[in-house]
């Protein structure tokens, strides 16, 4: 079956970028939308983005101005970047693939990564 | 604020029917689908229900979704303590931003 992993840097300095990467095992990463969400500590999940294997992307208003998602098919992979980060940006990032195939569709989103814990500190 | 509303808390005892609620408005729950997800602390949230009432194999049919309007609901019939966890609503918004929107979450308590 499909498996998604996140990996990427645990800490991150305030101002730097953050960068994950998913590795997509068990399937071909073409032809859907690859998304990540994020769960601050003792909050709700926030969906930050997402990007299709043509190149379409949508982002979360409120973080638009700070956020690429991109899509590696030859590796069968997706990043995410987020730049000037502050410590409202620590929180655990998932990554997940998005079963809707519509440019005016999504949320069904399945399978998940396990998440990863990141931490805005210096 | 979330653009979808859910009570922070809800609560049952074993065995009890509960009706969790997700509030939107016409450019998200009222012409799109909604989904619902599980969330137990440590582990990634599951998906429960897709596109609005659809359950994926391996849901219990305890679980149940609905829509009506601008709204949403999650149903969970013969509650279990392992039904303990915080449940999301997501939904596609149409508008401008054009963007996956969650509601706050409801944390369920099993009495």
């Known amino acids: 079956q499909v498996q998604l992993q996140e990996s990427g840097p645990r800490l991150v300095k305030p101002s730097e970028t953050l960068s994950l990467t998913c590795t997509v095992s068990?399937?071909?990463?073409?032809?859907?939308?690859w998304t990540w969400i994020r769960q601050p500590a003792g909050k709700g999940l926030e969906w930050i983005g997402r990007?299709?294997?043509?190149?379409?992307?949508n982002y979360n208003p409120s973080l638009k101005s700070r956020v690429t998602v991109s899509v590696d098919t030859s590796k069968n992979q997706f990043s995410l970047k987020l730049n000037s980060v502050t410590a409202a940006d620590t929180a655990v990032y998932f990554c997940?693939?998005?079963?809707?195939?519509?440019?005016?569709?999504?949320?069904?989103?399945?399978?998940w990564g396990q998440g990863t814990l990141v931490t805005v500190s210096s | 604020q979330s653009v979808l509303t859910q009570p922070p808390s809800a609560s049952g005892t074993p065995g009890q029917r509960v009706t969790l609620s997700c509030s939107g408005s016409?450019?998200?729950?009222?012409?799109?689908?909604v989904y619902w997800y599980q969330k137990l602390p440590g582990t990634a949230p599951k998906l429960l229900i897709y596109?609005?009432?659809q359950r994926p194999s391996g849901v219990p049919d305890r679980f149940s979704g609905s829509k009506s309007g601008t709204s949403a609901s999650l149903a969970i019939s013969g509650l279990r303590s392992e039904d303990e966890a915080d449940y999301y609503c997501?939904?596609?918004?149409?508008?401008?931003?054009?963007?996956?929107?969650f509601g706050g979450g409801t944390k369920l308590t099993v009495l």
């Open positions: 997940a693939k998005d079963v809707e195939r519509s440019s005016s569709a999504g949320g069904w989103f399945d399978p």
């Open positions: 068990g399937a071909s990463i073409s032809s859907h939308y």
């Open positions: 990007m299709h294997t043509i190149g379409s992307t």
């Open positions: 016409s450019s998200n729950i009222a012409r799109k689908y």
């Open positions: 596109r609005n009432d």
């Open positions: 997501a939904a596609w918004d149409d508008s401008l931003s054009a963007s996956v929107v």
